[in-house]
């Protein structure tokens, strides 16, 4: 890993480590999802840093990907499981990190098996070790603990202006030999449920990302085209970054371009029992 490499996600972990303790003095009762989410990514850009993505609040069941919307009611209430997703990035490099908080509780059970399984995992990010390692020690702490692992979630290496690059990194046991190298940083992210341990996709979607150029036949189609590959640097967005076209014609341009193949969808993940979900996630620079 070159010198500037290295000291762009150095300062992405260092602000991404003040944003999460921020977040979570922010994450309360009667907070507002969107005045949450859009405060957390306002206080990555003072700290200098940009969101590498928005912001995931998701709640319950709901297990990732969900992000509010411009004109958003979801306010966070006594007992909500809430999953707080941030990712900072510098010059392009991200760190990924995520904390869960049992509204108007010091802790939960399952947030407690989350942080214990990726304490766990995380000792053994080492040159050489292999996935399905990683993977068996995951399962294996989450259910000693009682609970399930979200089998078709995963962590994963990350990289520049790549949030989700190979090696996955599964929650539940497999057989991938693919080994950690080092010089490189991985997102281990570990999510507990106490339901069946699998997710399907919800709605609505609230997240984006360019994926290729396309013919399309809306003005406002090819200006948001423009800002996926432009100010928002081929990462995902959401809607509510768009300011400068209306909400009616930003949801038409939108589905103009998902059918076109030019973005890429994120739609919530649910679990699929309506099990609760907490999810830890901590980035590491494996030297």
């Known amino acids: 890993m070159e010198n500037e490499e290295l000291e762009s996600y150095e300062r992405a972990f260092s602000i991404s480590n003040e944003v999460i303790e921020f977040a979570r003095e922010c994450a309360k009762e009667n907070a507002h999802a969107l005045e949450l989410a859009e405060t957390i990514e306002n206080k990555i850009r003072e700290l200098g840093g940009k969101p590498a993505w928005p912001v995931n609040i998701s709640i319950n ?9 411009r004109n958003d009611s979801l306010i966070l209430k006594e007992g909500d499981m809430a999953k707080v997703d941030i990712g900072v990035q510098v010059d392009g490099y991200p760190c990924d990190r ?83 190298e080092a010089g490189k940083v991985y997102a281990m992210e570990v999510f507990v449920t106490d339901g069946s341990g699998f997710v399907v996709e919800s709605s609505p979607t609230g997240i984006f990302q360019f994926l290729r150029d396309a013919p399309v036949r809306m003005w406002e189609a090819r200006k948001i085209l423009e800002m996926a590959q432009g100010k928002f640097e081929k990462l995902p967005f959401t809607q509510r970054w768009i300011t400068d076209i209306s909400p009616l014609k930003i949801d038409m341009a939108l589905k103009q371009l998902t059918d076109a193949g030019a973005l890429m969808e994120y739609p919530p993940l649910k679990e699929e029992s309506n099990g609760m979900v907490a999810v830890t996630e901590k980035s590491v620079i494996v030297k």
């Open 61 to 69: 069941e709901i297990a990732a990907h969900y992000t509010p919307s």
């Open 98 to 180: 995520a904390f869960t908080i049992c509204i108007g509780k010091k802790s939960h059970p399952l947030i407690e098996a989350s942080e214990k399984a990726l304490e766990e995992t995380l000792k053994l990010f080492k040159p050489g070790t292999k996935v399905w390692e990683i993977s068996d020690v995951c399962e294996e702490t989450v259910n000693g603990l009682g609970f399930n692992v979200i089998r078709n979630l995963a962590g994963h290496r990350v990289d520049r202006y790549s949030q989700h690059a190979d090696p996955s990194i599964p929650n539940g046991k497999n057989k991938i030999q693919d080994e950690i």
